[in-house]
């Protein structure tokens, strides 16, 4: 499972050998959430993310989609990605 970034105190993750669609995990704080990466919209979630927290991580993942993509493809290849900038 790895960590590529941490938003708002929220682990960004990617889980090795993942069901497709391309997608990435929000964990911390109670809450487990999956993000679509072709929309950016919240699939799922267990526990609650506020609006504004919502928005910024969608903000924060238009602004590195490339390398969310490089990431979810690396993991399905079984390599550890890198850190994706704040």
Do not use: C, S
Not at 14 to 26: C, L
Not at 54 to 80: C, F, K, S
């Amino acid at each position: 499972m790895p960590t590529v970034a941490w938003i708002l105190g929220y682990a960004i993750v990617f889980f090795f050998e993942d069901h497709a669609p391309p997608h990435f995990h929000v964990r911390g704080k109670g809450v487990e959430a999956k993000f679509d990466l072709a929309e950016l919209m919240l699939v799922e979630i267990k526990g609650q993310l506020r609006p504004a927290e919502i928005r910024a991580i969608r903000d924060w993942a238009r602004r590195h989609l490339p390398a969310l993509y490089r990431a979810w493809n690396m993991v399905q290849d079984g390599e550890t990605p890198p850190r994706i900038g704040g």
